[in-house]
């Protein structure tokens, strides 16, 4: 499985995330950050070598690469109206690449799950959104 037309129109619609990095004490450590979708990655970084001494940069570099990503948004309050995609995966770099916000270093997020909700964008019913979980397998690159 893989993420669907409705998942990746969503996904590079919206201009922010979060991402979550495990630091030394194994304390999670979230940030909004700007990101890119390229169908099959997720790149997050910045430009100039001050993002190299960011915590997440940081994190990855001492080999802790599991992350999670999330990326949403609250289309309307009255009614309530909620969506997103949860993303866990695998981060490495640092990248030297041109990205969302220019030329610069950049971690690359390789989806192994994800979970995402209320893609149609339809407000909340009786129970809560139920969520499309997909596991994700890289292409094999020729």
Known sequence: MSFTGEEIAYLRSQPLARLAT??????????????????VDFWVGGVGETVLRTRKFRNVAAGRLKVALVVDDMVSFDPFIARGIRV????????????????GFYLRIT????????????????????????????????
């Open 88 to 103: 866990y995966g695998d981060a490495d770099g640092p990248v030297e690449r041109v990205g969302v916000v220019g030329p």
């Open 22 to 39: 495990l630091g030394a004490d194994e304390q999670p450590d979230a940030m909004p950050v700007s990101f890119e979708f390229d169908g």
């Open 111 to 142: 989806p192994s799950v994800s979970w995402s909700w209320n893609m149609a964008g339809e407000p909340v019913g009786e129970n809560w959104y139920e969520a499309r979980r997909a596991t994700h397998v890289r292409p094999t690159r020729r």
